[in-house]
């Protein structure tokens, strides 16, 4: 006959294993798997086109899913007639090699320093005009997603400009219509500062959370962001994750947590505001270069 401590044991055996079973039935979601990881530059005038060329070779060798090009629109003042100018880009040479490698990729089109130019008609159309002649440059090889974000979202130009800009870019487009997204700080979509019938994604630009309280911030704010994308109906993409600090990997996987499956981001993006991939730049607030956990994490987590 079995000794009553034989039994005990097996007892405490079995309701130790119960207690475990429920609480990790309890523990918040770990960070999701499969999301598209993009990697982010912004179209430099001071920046060569082979940095861009080998930002697609990285892209390429880190398996993400495409290049996301920022183009910042700045509004300043110009010397002779007194009117804004806007920097151009190299985005002609861009496209025809992105092409030939048939990589995906998306246009953010960042507008800047309205503080100091309020956007009457007369600099409003000149701004148009340079809008429109960076879309028709990827007329033969169009992008998958196109955003606007920065003063792009003032209310004024969301009511009377974004409506007509958006109907155009589509009709521009018309064979493959890229996906239109509004690119926003949680704050102003949980605010209700965007119009979420202008877009077909809610781009989602994390900032440094207010608080060193992670798992809190980001248990709450990815919850009320996967709320907001299903009453609308309009699926997720975090357009910009600025990994900055010294808490880098921790802001990714947060970033990628708390995602229920019927409202998981289709993309994120590892941003900059440079020239360089993130993965590859060493010095800058962005450079993730040296960082050789979150590399080897990042790693694992693309393949």
């Not at 630009?205 to 919850?223: A, H, R």
């Not at 009453?231 to 910009?240: A, M, R």
């Amino acid at each position: 006959m079995r000794s009553s401590s034989t039994y005990w044991t097996a007892f405490l055996f079995v309701g130790a294993t119960i207690i475990l079973i429920s609480g990790q039935g309890c523990q918040p979601k770990l960070e999701q798997t499969g999301i598209p990881i993009w990697g982010g530059m912004a179209l430099e005038a001071n920046c060569s086109s082979n940095t861009y060329l080998d930002n697609f070779q990285e892209i390429e060798a880190w398996n993400f899913s495409g290049a996301w090009i920022e183009i910042e629109q700045v509004v300043r003042q110009h010397p002779e007639s007194q009117v804004p100018y806007y920097e151009k880009s190299i985005l002609d040479t861009l496209v025809a090699t992105l092409e030939k490698k048939q990589l995906p990729y998306g246009l953010v089109f960042n507008l800047n320093n309205l503080e100091n130019w309020p956007m009457t008609s007369l600099r409003l159309n000149p701004l148009l005009s340079d809008w429109s002649t960076q879309l028709l440059r990827t007329n033969g090889y169009p992008p998958r997603y196109v955003g606007f974000s920065g003063a792009w979202l003032d209310t004024s130009l969301q009511q009377q400009v974004l409506p007509g800009l958006i109907t155009q870019l589509k009709a521009a487009l018309p064979v493959s219509s890229p996906q239109v997204f509004l690119a926003g700080t949680p704050t102003q979509w949980l605010e209700g500062d965007i119009r979420t019938d202008l877009a077909d994604i809610l781009g989602i630009n994390f900032m440094v959370p207010p608080t060193n309280e992670l798992k809190t911030y980001f248990i709450n704010t990815n919850g009320a962001l996967a709320k907001l994308a299903t009453q609308y109906e309009k699926p997720v993409f975090l357009t910009q994750s600025n990994l900055l600090g010294d808490q880098q990997l921790l802001l990714f996987k947060n970033q990628l947590r708390f995602w229920p499956d019927s409202a998981l981001p289709i993309g994120l993006v590892i941003n900059t505001l440079y020239c360089e991939l993130p993965v590859v730049d060493r010095t800058s607030p962005f450079a993730l270069g040296k960082n050789t956990t979150f590399l080897s994490y990042l790693r694992s987590y693309v393949k």
